[in-house]
C-alpha cells in the first residue's frame, strides 16, 4: 500500500449533509434536565439505568437470602420470592442493559464516534429519555399498589401472569405491561435517532467500513430492537386486553382459582412465539453493543489493530440476521409442534459460527500484541474468558435433545447468567473505566478498579459456573425452596448457601465501583485528552470532556480506519482517525519494527 | 501477569470441578440414553474448546504483555486464517448438531405400540387417565370440569366410560413398555419432569402435547413441575411407580372407571346419622369439637376433605407416625368405617350439622398472620372457606388450636410425609414457610378473624362474571 495504515487516503469526499444548527441553552435546567445533548441525555440513561439496576441487585440478593438459607427469613414468602424473580429479570434485560448499551452508550458514543455533533433528532432524543423515565417510575409503581409486582416470571408467560392467584395479578402486571408499551415507545424514538445518525451524519471520508467497531455494535442492536420490540409491544397490548377486557388472545378455556375462568379459545403459545421473537433477538441487542465494544477495548489496550475487522462487521450482521430465525429454541418443551426442533437447533447451532469468529479474532488481537493491562482490559480478558464459557453452554441447550433433559433447571440459569448478564456487565464496567476520562476528564482510580474487578470476576464465576452442574443433576429453577425431593442431595443446599454468600460479597463489592465514580469525579488524576492514545475520534475532541456540539469549530476529517496501531514505519504506536497520511510523523528507518 | 494465572488457575479449577462435582445427571430410569451421550459428546467438545481457547488467551496475555520498546504486528487481517477457524468451526458444529438432530428424529416419532397415560396439570396437582379397555381416551372440555367432573369428561361419549381416572398425584407405569405421555392442563402451564426419564414437557392449557418414552427399570419417581405455575409451583409433587406388567395390570384393575365413579352414590346422612354416635364421643354431638380430648371441630367440613381424611387414617397414610399421637388416637376409629360408602355416609351427616365457629384459643399478630395468609389463600380461598378443585379444605371457623397443632406437625414431618399422603406432602412444604411458632400462631390467629361465609371469595367472583 503506497499510504502509511491500512486504508488511508489523503482525499475526503466533500460533505453530503450540511451541519445541523444545535439548540444551544444557557440555563441550568436546559443543558442539564431538558438537554438534548446526546451526552447528557446518555448520563441521564446511565444514572436511571443504574438506580434501577441496583433495585434489581437488592431483588437478587433477597432470592439468594431464600435459596441458600430456606425459611429462615419471614419477610420472604413464596409470592415475594417469585415477585423478586420476575421484577430482578425484567430490570436486568430491558431495564437496566438494553437502556444502558443503547440509551447509554449508544447516546455517548454514536454522535462522537462517527463525527457528528449531535444525534440527528436531537429534541425526540431528549423526549427518549423522559419517556423511559416514565416507564421506570410505572414499573417501580408496582411495588407500591395493593398485591405488589407481577411474580408471573420475567418471561410473564399468560395464563399465569393474568390468573387470579398470581403474585401483582391485580395491579402489577398492568403496570408492568403499560410501562414496557413506554419503555417501547421510548426506546423506538432513540432507536431512529442512532440509526439515522449512523447512516446520515457520519462526518467527512467516515465511510461504514471505517466506523468503530463499537458503533457497528450499537447500530445493529439498534436495527434489531427496532424489529424486535413491537412483538413484544403487541403481546403486552393483546395481555392487556385479556386482562382488562377479558378478550381471549392467549386465553383458553381454562380454571382460574378453582372456577371458569370464561375465557375461550386463546392460545398461551401465541404470546410465547411473540415474547421470543423479541426475547431472542433481545440477547443480541444486549450482546452486539458488548461484542463492538470490547473490540474496541482490546485493540486499544493491546495497541494492536483488531484482528479480522471486516470479518468482524460481517459477524456481527450476521448474527443480527439469523437471531430472528433462532427464537423457538426458547421453546422446546413449551408443547409446541416438536417437528420445530430440527429447525430451530440448525438455526442456533448455526448462528455458534459467526459468534465463534468473533472469539476467536478477539483473542488474535490479543497475540503479537503489546497488552497493556490497565484496568479496562483485564474487564474485557474476564469478558472473554466469560462470554467463552456462556457461549458454549448455550451449545447444550441449543441443539433440541441435549435441552430438554436440562431445560428449567439451573443449568439454564447458569448458562443465561453468563452469557447474557456477567458478560455483559464485564464490558459495561470496562467500559465505563475507559471512557470515564473522556465522559469527567479525571481517571477512576486505578487500585479501586482492580478490588472491584477481581472480586466481580472471581464470584460471578464462583456464583454461576457451579449452577450448570446442580442443571445436570435435575434441580428446577424458579423453586422457592427445595423441601423433600429424593434426587436432589443434600449437598445441593450447601452448594446454594455458598451460591449466596459468593453473590453477597460480588453485591457488597459494587459499593466500591460506585464509590470510585463519585470519588474519581472530585478527586481523580487529570486526565487529559487522550490518556489510552486511542484512535477513535472520540479522543481527539478539542474540549474534554466534550462540549455541545463535541468538535468545536470544524469536525474533523476522517483518512483512515479506527485500527491504526501500532502501524510499522509510524513514529508513534498509534494514528488518529483524523489524521492524513502526509501528517503521519514517520521513524527513520522503516521496517526496524517490522514484526516483533 | 496476573489476570492470565487467574485463567489457567480457573480453567484448572473448572476441570477438578467437573470431576469432583458430586452433582451428575441422575441415575437413568428410561429409553433416553441417547440424550445423555448428547450431552456427554457436547461436554467433550465443549470442555475442549473451552480449555483451548482460555489457555491460548492466557498464553497471549503472558507472552505479548506490554513492553516499551515492543511493537505490535501490525496485520488487518489473514484470510486464510480465518477460513480455517470459520471451517474447522463448522464441523465441529456439525459433529453436535448430526447426533442432536438424530435423536430427536427419534424423540417425535412415537413407536406404535406405545400405550397412552394422560398427565392432567392444574395448580398444583397431577392427576392421570388412563383409556381403559377399548384403548381410546373419552372427549374432555375444559368447560366440563366441575367438582363432580375433576377431567372434565363428556359424558355423553362412549370412548370415556371405560377411561380409569386417577384422581391422584401417585400413577403406576409398566416397565419396558413405551409409553406415551399426554400431556393436558387445565389452568395454566405446568411441566412434567421426571428427571430420571429425561424426557419433559409442558402442559397447556387449551391443547394436548405429549413426549414418549420407554420406562427401563422399576422404582418410585419424582414427578416435579418445571415451568412457574404459580406460588405453589415448588410443591406441585407427584410420583409415578414403575412395576411389572402384571403389578401394573392389577394395580390398574383397581382404580375406578369413570362409568364407575359416576355410578357412585351420594352419601347417605341418615345412614350417617348411625355411624356418627361413635365419633360424637369425642367431636362433641353437634361436631363442635371438644379441645379437653384433643378432638377437633368437624363440622363444616366438606364431605370430600372428610372422606379423604378418614381414607388417609384407615389406611394408614395419617395418624402413623410415632410421634403424631392424637393421629393415632383416631386411627382405629376410622378403621371402624367398612368402606369409602360408609365414610361418605357419615360425611354426608356431618354436612348437615349446623356450624358455629370455634371459640377463639389462639392469640397472635393478626396483621402479620394477614401477610402470610396471601399465601394461603392461592388454595384455601381469600376468606377461608376452602376450595375443592385446590384439595383445599375449609379453615375459617375451625379449632385455631389444632390448626396450630397441624402446622407444626406438617412442619416436623409428622404429618404429610407418608409416602401415599401427596397432598400433606404439599402442605408440608408449605407449612415450612411458617419460620417459627410466633408466625403460625399469627396465621392461624388470623384465620379465626376469617368471616364463616362471604360473597368475596375469587370462586364465587367469577361465577358472577359467568
Not at chain 2, 442432536?100 to 397431577?126: K, N, R, Y
Request: with cysteine; aromatic share 12%.
Amino acid at each position: 500500500m503506497a499510504e502509511i495504515g491500512h486504508d488511508a487516503v489523503s482525499y475526503a469526499p466533500p460533505a453530503e449533509v450540511g451541519e445541523m444548527e444545535l439548540v444551544h441553552p444557557k440555563t441550568f435546567i436546559g443543558k442539564y434536565i431538558w438537554s438534548q445533548d446526546a451526552k447528557v441525555i446518555a448520563i441521564q440513561y446511565g444514572i436511571t439505568a443504574t438506580a434501577i439496576g441496583l433495585v434489581a441487585l437488592a431483588l437478587s440478593l433477597v432470592m439468594r437470602l431464600q435459596l441458600g438459607f430456606p425459611n429462615t427469613f419471614s419477610l420472604i414468602d413464596p409470592s415475594s420470592y417469585l415477585q423478586a424473580v420476575t421484577m430482578h429479570g425484567m430490570i436486568m434485560v430491558v431495564y437496566l442493559l438494553t437502556a444502558l448499551f443503547l440509551g447509554g452508550f449508544g447516546n455517548y458514543l454514536i454522535p462522537l464516534m462517527c463525527g457528528a455533533r449531535d444525534m440527528a433528532f436531537p429534541y425526540i432524543n431528549m423526549l427518549s429519555y423522559w419517556i423511559y423515565l416514565f416507564s421506570v417510575l410505572l414499573l417501580v409503581a408496582g411495588f407500591f399498589v395493593p398485591g405488589g409486582p407481577s411474580g408471573a416470571g420475567w418471561t410473564l408467560y399468560p395464563p399465569q401472569a393474568i390468573s387470579p392467584g398470581t403474585p401483582g395479578s391485580d395491579g402489577g402486571i398492568i403496570l408492568m405491561l403499560v410501562s414496557l408499551a413506554f419503555f417501547i415507545i421510548g426506546f423506538t424514538m432513540g432507536g431512529l435517532n442512532y440509526v439515522v445518525t449512523v447512516l446520515q451524519a457520519r462526518t467527512r471520508g467516515m465511510t461504514l467500513m471505517r466506523l468503530p467497531l463499537t458503533v457497528w455494535g450499537i447500530f445493529m442492536a439498534t436495527v434489531l430492537a427496532l424489529l424486535a420490540f413491537p412483538a413484544l409491544l403487541v403481546a403486552a397490548l393483546m395481555m392487556l386486553c385479556d386482562r382488562l377486557l377479558g378478550t381471549s388472545f392467549f386465553m383458553p378455556d381454562m380454571l382460574a382459582a378453582g372456577g371458569q375462568a370464561g375465557h375461550e379459545g386463546g392460545s398461551p403459545l401465541l404470546f410465547q412465539h411473540l415474547f421470543w421473537f423479541f426475547g431472542h433477538p433481545e440477547v443480541y441487542i444486549v450482546a452486539l453493543p458488548a461484542f463492538g465494544i470490547v473490540s474496541d477495548l482490546l485493540a486499544t489496550h493491546a495497541r494492536r489493530n483488531i484482528f479480522g475487522y471486516r470479518m468482524m462487521v460481517w459477524a456481527i450482521v450476521a448474527i443480527g440476521a439469523l437471531s430472528f430465525v433462532v427464537w423457538a429454541h426458547h421453546m422446546y418443551v413449551s408443547g409446541m409442534n416438536p417437528y420445530f426442533g430440527f429447525l430451530f437447533a440448525t438455526t442456533t447451532l448455526i448462528i455458534a459460527v459467526p459468534t465463534a469468529i468473533k472469539v476467536y479474532n478477539w483473542v488474535l488481537t490479543l497475540w503479537h500484541g503489546n497488552i497493556r493491562l490497565t484496568v479496562p482490559m483485564h474487564f474485557a480478558i474476564a469478558f472473554i474468558f466469560t462470554f467463552v464459557n456462556g457461549g458454549l453452554s448455550g451449545l447444550f441447550l441449543g441443539n433440541v435433545t441435549v435441552d430438554v433433559p436440562l431445560s428449567d433447571t439451573y443449568f439454564v440459569v447458569g448458562h443465561f447468567h453468563m452469557v447474557m448478564a456477567v458478560a455483559p456487565i464485564l464490558v459495561v464496567f470496562g467500559a465505563i473505566y475507559h471512557w470515564y476520562p473522556k465522559i469527567t476528564g479525571r481517571m477512576l482510580n486505578d487500585t479501586l478498579g482492580k478490588i472491584h474487578f477481581w472480586v466481580t470476576f472471581l464470584g460471578t464465576y464462583a456464583i454461576y459456573y457451579p449452577m450448570h452442574y446442580l442443571g445436570f443433576e435435575g434441580v428446577p429453577r424458579r423453586y422457592f425452596a427445595y423441601g423433600e425431593t429424593a434426587f436432589i442431595s443434600d449437598s445441593v443446599q450447601t452448594m446454594n448457601a455458598g451460591i449466596s454468600i459468593a453473590a453477597f460479597i460480588v453485591g457488597l463489592t459494587q459499593l466500591v465501583f460506585l464509590f470510585n465514580l463519585a470519588w474519581s469525579f472530585y478527586r481523580g488524576r487529570e486526565a487529559g485528552p487522550n490518556p489510552w492514545e486511542a484512535t477513535t475520534l472520540e479522543w481527539q475532541t478539542p474540549h474534554t470532556p466534550p462540549r455541545h456540539g463535541n468538535f468545536g469549530d470544524e469536525l474533523p476529517v476522517v483518512y483512515r480506519w479506527a485500527y491504526d496501531y501500532s502501524v510499522p514505519g509510524a513514529k508513534q504506536d498509534f494514528i488518529p482517525q483524523n489524521v492524513p497520511p502526509e501528517e503521519v510523523e514517520m521513524i527513520d528507518s522503516p521496517g526496524r519494527n517490522a514484526r516483533p | 501477569m496476573a489476570v492470565a494465572i487467574a485463567l489457567i488457575a480457573l480453567l484448572l479449577g473448572s476441570v477438578v470441578f467437573h470431576f469432583l462435582s458430586p452433582w451428575n445427571l441422575t441415575p437413568l430410569a428410561s429409553n433416553w440414553g441417547s440424550m445423555d451421550d448428547t450431552i456427554s459428546i457436547t461436554l467433550w467438545v465443549t470442555g475442549s474448546v473451552f480449555v483451548a481457547v482460555n489457555l491460548f488467551m492466557a498464553y497471549a496475555i503472558i507472552r505479548y504483555r506490554y513492553k516499551r520498546n515492543r511493537r505490535s504486528l501490525y496485520e488487518p487481517e489473514n484470510k486464510k486464517l480465518e477460513i480455517w477457524l470459520t471451517a474447522l468451526t463448522t464441523v465441529g458444529i456439525a459433529t453436535l448438531l448430526a447426533p442432536g438432530l438424530f435423536v430427536w428424529g427419534s424423540f417425535v416419532t412415537v413407536p406404535d405400540d406405545a400405550h397412552e397415560i394422560e398427565v392432567v396439570g392444574q395448580q398444583w396437582h397431577w392427576s392421570f387417565r388412563f383409556p381403559g379397555n377399548d384403548g381410546e381416551l373419552g372427549a374432555i372440555h375444559a368447560r366440563l370440569v366441575s367438582n363432580d367432573n375433576p377431567f372434565g369428561m363428556d359424558p355423553d361419549d362412549p370412548n370415556g366410560q371405560d377411561d380409569v381416572l386417577i384422581h391422584s398425584p401417585k400413577v403406576q407405569l409398566p416397565v419396558n413398555q413405551p409409553v406415551k405421555v399426554l400431556l393436558r392442563s387445565k389452568d395454566v402451564l405446568h411441566n412434567f419432569q421426571v428427571a430420571q426419564f429425561r424426557a419433559k414437557m409442558d402442559l397447556v392449557p387449551g391443547q394436548v402435547s405429549y413426549l414418549w418414552l420407554t420406562p427401563t427399570r422399576t422404582g418410585k419417581f419424582e414427578i416435579l413441575c418445571a415451568e412457574l405455575c404459580g406460588i405453589a409451583h415448588f410443591a406441585m409433587r407427584g410420583m409415578v411407580e414403575v412395576v411389572e406388567q402384571a403389578e401394573f395390570d392389577v394395580w390398574l384393575a383397581q382404580q375406578p372407571t369413570y362409568a364407575e365413579i359416576s355410578a357412585q352414590k351420594p352419601g347417605d346422612p341418615t345412614v350417617g346419622q348411625g355411624l356418627f354416635a361413635t365419633c360424637a364421643g369425642c367431636h362433641g354431638p353437634e361436631g363442635q369439637g371438644n379441645p379437653g380430648l384433643n378432638a377437633p371441630k368437624i363440622a363444616g367440613l366438606e364431605a370430600w376433605y372428610l372422606v379423604r381424611q378418614l381414607q388417609n387414617f384407615k389406611a394408614g397414610a395419617r395418624g402413623a407416625h410415632p410421634d403424631d399421637q392424637y393421629g393415632q388416637q383416631m386411627k382405629p376409629f376410622a378403621g371402624m368405617l367398612a368402606d369409602r360408602d360408609a365414610m361418605a355416609d357419615v360425611a354426608a351427616y356431618v354436612q348437615t350439622l349446623s356450624a358455629k365457629p370455634a371459640d377463639r384459643t389462639v392469640s397472635g399478630d393478626t396483621g402479620r398472620g394477614a401477610r402470610i395468609y396471601r399465601t394461603c389463600s392461592a388454595c384455601h380461598g381469600a376468606d377461608g372457606q376452602g376450595v375443592q378443585a385446590l384439595n383445599a379444605p375449609r379453615l375459617a371457623g375451625m379449632s385455631d388450636w389444632y390448626q396450630v397443632r397441624q402446622l407444626r406437625n406438617f412442619k416436623q414431618g409428622i404429618r404429610g410425609r407418608h409416602p401415599d399422603d401427596i397432598y400433606g406432602a404439599q402442605m408440608a412444604e408449605m407449612a415450612k414457610t411458617l419460620i417459627d411458632d410466633e408466625a403460625i400462631a399469627s396465621v392461624t390467629a388470623y384465620i379465626h378473624t376469617l368471616p364463616r361465609a362471604t360473597q368475596t371469595t375469587m370462586v364465587s367472583k367469577l361465577a358472577e362474571k359467568n
